[in-house]
């Protein structure tokens, strides 16, 4: 149906299930709150791991994995999620519509928040890409993400998952609660602020002779730019050729005290639940594509792909890229 009307009934339907979703989302955020108080998991990792579920409640990206991860994290009640969100995922089947946000594929993104489908697409067409010339992936800052019992499984391709302890340990013991098969998955844990992430998969029997494909998604706001830096230069000069790393930056205009207001509130509410951004080492002035280049270029790796975060010609919030070490 056209666009226009798919909103308005969309609307309509929200308007009418709105107190379902109210009450829902109010027993939500008591129940998840209770609950994430104790287990102090990473509260901006269940962002991208929400807006797969609805995907895949949608019907649009298949993940069963992280719908049955979800229900297994502390705060991750089935019911209360499907009773808070069911209207809306109601709307969005029923009309087509949705945001970018939480939409798929999703092939350009206005800003930061809105980038969740955007990137998901990228990082997703990334890694399949690159999956027969690779044996190897290794997820930096896995957080809940579940590619690798879904997407990264590949005959002759061994996954590694890197984390902090403390959230590989819950990861972990969800899983288990979940049932999810883990075979052929290597967990490595490691502080990327204070050593290397190689030499965390070296204990875990990682051969950094064999092509790698690397993903770094959603890692490089929390991590100081001396600490990307370094992950950078360990797949330009410590892994095999031909190895590819792929990952999401924010602009570095954000980070200045000029910053647009809603930037500023971005990044006071990650400081509010503890996990302030920190890097801001990539400018995205005109033209962004050349000083993302350049910035890699210094740390020993080639650009092969590039899509903006914002639009182009304009002063642009960050940039999804692919870099290969040739």
């Not at 499907?82 to 995922?89: A, H, I, S």
């Given at each position: 149906m056209p666009k226009p009307i798919a909103f308005l009934i969309f609307l309509i339907i929200e308007i009418v299930l709105l107190p379902v979703t109210i009450v829902g989302g109010i027993i939500f955020a008591v129940d998840f709150i209770a609950k994430w108080r104790v287990a102090r998991t990473l509260m901006t990792a269940y962002d991208p791991l929400f807006a797969r579920w609805l995907l895949n409640a949608q019907g649009k990206r298949t993940d069963a994995a992280c719908k049955?991860?979800?229900?297994?994290?502390p705060g991750g009640s089935p019911t209360i999620i499907?009773?808070?969100?069911?209207?809306?995922?109601l709307a969005m089947r029923l009309t087509g519509f949705t945001v970018n946000m939480y939409d798929y594929p999703v092939y350009s993104s206005s800003n930061l928040i809105d980038t969740l489908g955007h990137r998901t697409r990228f990082f997703d067409d990334a890694m399949l890409g690159y999956l027969d010339?690779?044996?190897?992936?290794?997820?930096?800052?896995?957080?809940?993400?579940?590619?690798?019992?879904g997407l990264a499984r590949r005959e002759g391709v061994r996954v590694f998952e890197v984390d902090t302890v403390k959230t590989q340990t819950q990861k972990r013991k969800s899983l288990e609660k979940a049932n999810i098969d883990t075979a052929g998955i290597t967990f490595a844990t490691a502080d990327f602020n204070t050593e290397t992430w190689l030499d965390?998969?070296?204990?875990?029997?990682?051969?950094?002779n064999k092509p790698t494909f690397v993903l770094m998604e959603g890692v490089t706001y929390y991590l100081e730019t001396k600490a990307v830096e370094a992950t950078l230069r360990i797949v330009a000069t410590e892994l095999a050729k031909d190895s590819t790393i792929a990952f999401e930056y924010p602009a570095e205009h954000i980070f200045k005290d000029d910053a647009p207001l809603f930037h500023r509130l971005v990044g006071w509410g990650t400081q509010l639940v503890g996990e302030p951004w920190i890097f801001g080492g990539i400018s995205t002035k005109p033209p962004a594509k050349e000083q993302l280049a350049v910035f890699l270029e210094r740390n020993g790796l080639t650009l092969a792909n590039f899509e903006p975060i914002g639009k182009q010609g304009k002063r642009l919030h960050g940039g999804l890229a692919l870099a290969v070490n040739e």
């Open positions: 049955r991860l979800l229900a297994a994290l499907n009773l808070m969100c069911g209207p809306t995922v010339k690779v044996s190897q992936v290794v997820i930096l800052g896995a957080g809940w993400d579940t590619r690798a019992y965390a998969l070296n204990r875990v029997g990682f051969d950094p």
